[in-house]
């Protein structure tokens, strides 16, 4: 079965890091975009980035270039998602999705297929 599996969430104090990975299953990163996205209590999800498999290229949301970054591990077939610099404001459900054209949706959540389950992020003040 396809699918998305996010792992790496947590409770941080505001300034400090974590990664984030999503690993795939029955499908091969380096063949699709894959987007992270979060959303915040009583708002709606937002777009952070997308990862392109077969270019490697990353589309951002530029608010947030800079804080976070975007790898790959082939290996393991899963992207990750560096946040540094946390702040209170980061904190959201984090979820990975599958980009139904690679990146071609930009963070349009519409264009991604294959949804993860989610993974909490608490950054305290």
């Known amino acids: 079965e396809v699918h998305l599996v996010e792992s790496g969430g947590g409770l941080v104090q505001a300034g400090g890091s974590l990664r984030l990975s999503c690993s795939a299953s029955?499908?091969?990163?380096?063949?699709?975009?894959i987007g992270w996205f979060r959303q915040a209590p009583g708002k709606g999800r937002e777009g952070i980035s997308c990862?392109?498999?077969?270019?490697?290229?990353?589309v951002f949301k530029d608010s947030l270039k800079g804080r976070f970054t975007v790898s790959s591990n082939a290996a393991k077939n899963t992207v990750y998602l560096q946040m540094n610099s946390l702040k209170a404001e980061d904190t959201a459900v984090y979820y990975c999705?599958?980009?139904?054209?690679?990146?071609?949706?930009?963070?349009?959540?519409?264009?991604?297929?294959?949804w993860g389950q989610g993974t909490q992020v608490t950054v305290s003040s």
């Open positions: 999705a599958r980009g139904i054209y690679n990146c071609e949706g930009g963070l349009n959540d519409g264009e991604y297929d294959i």
């Open positions: 029955e499908f091969t990163v380096d063949d699709y975009g």
């Open positions: 990862f392109s498999g077969t270019s490697g290229d990353t």
